[in-house]
């Protein structure tokens, strides 16, 4: 008599629709926190100094470029360094949201194998956990700031509130659409890695964004979409206004990566738990 192979069922999420999976894991805020806070002690388990290594390196960093960077493109120290330390902070968050999202559901494939949860927590856990290391990071901004501008503290500095809400909505769809498709496709994991690594270097981070004009300006500063979402938070950091393009362009990719995101999560959701 032939066996007949058991197939044994992976563990669905708790939603049954896209939209309540997103709801319920935001409303599950106790859940993704809790996630969040482990991974952050799990990283820096064992050390005296903890997430604060994050802030020491960046220090270095800035410390050290800052005196080659004011030279190269002839700026003053006190202009450049509060510039280079705004814009620093706010891409290393950038660039780890990026990097980590590709590995969101393949990391996270244990949790959800082993119980019922919402896929959207593991994504809601990952911006959490960045915007702990941010919160850690933004000391660099306070001292660099106090050492060379502390003139430009000021009300318009609150703006970079809701600058930073805005990278960090768009940080959960890019969470979920890199988390999904990396999780299909393997390779992309490497591809988007080293395209996050050649973006610090085409993006105005270190380098000032008017040392481009014409085309070359038009690439690689409007309609880089990097550029808008750090010169969102970094511009009020600088005590300046973001300019209306910035806005505009962060809403446009906002709206955008949403609607492309929830229709790849919709079609795509229920095959996480296979592709794992």
Known sequence: MTAVPVVVPRPMPIAAVPADDLRDGLLQWRLWTRLGWLEVKRRYQRT?????????????????????????????????????????????????????????FVSGA??????????????????????????????????????????????????????LGLVLVNAVWIALLFGMACLRFRDLQQMITTLTQIAMFVTPIFWPPESLQGKAHLLYVELNPLYHLITIVRAPLMGELPTLTTWVGTVAITILGWGVTYACFRYFRKRIAYWS
């Open 48 to 104: 005296f100094i903890g997430p604060f290594w994050s802030a020491i390196s960046l220090g270095v960093f800035v410390a050290a470029l800052g005196g080659v960077g004011a030279g190269l493109w002839s700026q003053q120290t006190r202009t450049y360094m509060p510039f280079l330390a705004a814009g620093m902070v706010v891409w290393v968050t950038i660039s780890a949201l990026i990097t980590e999202s590709c590995t969101l």
């Open 110 to 163: 244990s949790l959800f194998r082993q119980m019922r949860c919402n896929y959207s927590v593991l994504a809601y856990a990952l911006v959490y956990r960045n915007a702990i290391i941010f919160a850690h990071n933004f000391l660099v901004y306070l001292v660099v700031f106090l050492i060379f501008a502390p003139d430009k503290f000021g009300p318009i500095n609150l703006l970079a509130v809701p600058g």
